[in-house]
């Protein structure tokens, strides 16, 4: 095991309901966190630390389809409580941001390093992982004793989960055909980036792209980051002829700039026949493959701050990880 890094942030703020992250008024009335906690994968119920003068949340743990939670995701705490984030090393670089802005973590992926805040004052804070919010790496603290919703239809501040969906949608001429965590296509149209994890739970392991099937809009930037431990992966398209790395390297990224409509199908290599497929969809159609001309290409072990720009995007389709 890696000798654990401990690089601490400390600070003590008393939180206020004008730009602390508390919603105004939300004291004397029930707070609504299910629009929140949508599409965030590992909640499950309000986790009561009360009682505790200092509580502990993993950053990088187990969920969202690779190492993209926070562990507890939603906590009630006493005010006045110590809140240490520490990360587990998985999944890149993560920060912790307020919804509100009032506080931000800087960006660390290292084993054991730690951010931490004290809340005072009652209230709801809303926080997230900014590279993987979109992913579902969003969480929230309910400081003191505020009435909270996790899911629809419950009152209580326990999840009660959702029903596991049909698959629905296309298969792209039997591309998606056998692959087990598609449920049709995702809308990520009005982002400028859009996360897709290597190596998620899927077809029998950590054998999925998650999710496997997404829309955006000309433009976007797609980033796949590897999170599985049961590789090598890789991210190939035949068609349009580009390919990532090889590697088994978790957090390794590689992206991909989409300039025109159209389709692109792509595969793992070691695991293509176990259903480790996947697909983007460019702008409201046509489904069939769009030209290489329409691509930039980028990858490498880049943290995403400033995406797209970030990646070193070029005209012509090449991989940069071998520059």
Not at 217 to 227: H, L, M, R, S, Y
Not at 315 to 322: F, I, L, P, S
Request: charge should be negative.
């Amino acid at each position: 095991m890696r000798r654990r890094q401990f690089m601490a942030a400390a600070g003590t703020v008393a939180l206020g309901t004008a730009a602390t992250g508390l919603a105004a008024g939300q004291q004397e009335e029930e707070v609504s966190l299910v629009d929140w906690f949508d599409g965030v994968g590992n909640v499950d119920g309000l986790v009561d630390r009360t009682g505790e003068s200092e509580v502990t949340i993993t950053v990088g743990s187990q969920g969202n389809g690779g190492a993209f939670a926070f562990d507890p995701p939603a906590v009630r705490i006493d005010p006045g409580t110590t809140v240490v984030w520490e990360w587990s090393g998985n999944g890149g670089v993560h920060d912790v941001a307020a919804e509100d802005g009032s506080f931000a973590s800087e960006m660390k992926g290292e084993d054991g390093a730690t951010y931490e805040r004290t809340f005072e004052e009652t209230g709801v804070v809303r926080y997230a992982c900014n590279p993987h919010k979109s992913m579902g790496m969003r969480a929230a603290l309910v400081v003191g004793d505020v009435s909270v919703t996790l899911t629809a239809g419950s009152a209580t501040g326990t999840s009660t989960g959702s029903e596991e969906q049909a698959p629905t949608g296309p298969t792209f001429d039997g591309w998606l055909e056998g692959v087990e965590n598609y449920r049709g296509i995702v809308d990520k149209r009005g982002q400028d980036t859009v996360m897709v994890s290597v190596g998620a739970q899927g077809n029998g392991g950590p054998y999925a792209f998650d999710p496997p099937a997404i829309r955006v809009d000309p433009g976007t930037t797609v980033v796949w980051e590897w999170a599985g431990t049961e590789g090598p992966y890789s991210v190939v398209d035949d068609a349009l002829g580009f390919a990532s790395e090889h590697t088994t390297d978790v957090g390794n990224r590689y992206a991909m700039e989409f300039s025109g409509s159209g389709l692109s199908k792509y595969y793992c290599e070691d695991y293509k026949d176990r259903g480790m497929r996947g697909v983007v969809l460019v702008g409201d159609g046509p489904t069939e493959v769009m030209s290489k001309s329409a691509l930039a290409a980028g990858g490498g072990l880049l943290a995403l701050v400033s995406a797209p720009m970030l990646f070193g995007l070029r005209e012509h389709v090449r991989d940069t990880t071998q520059e």
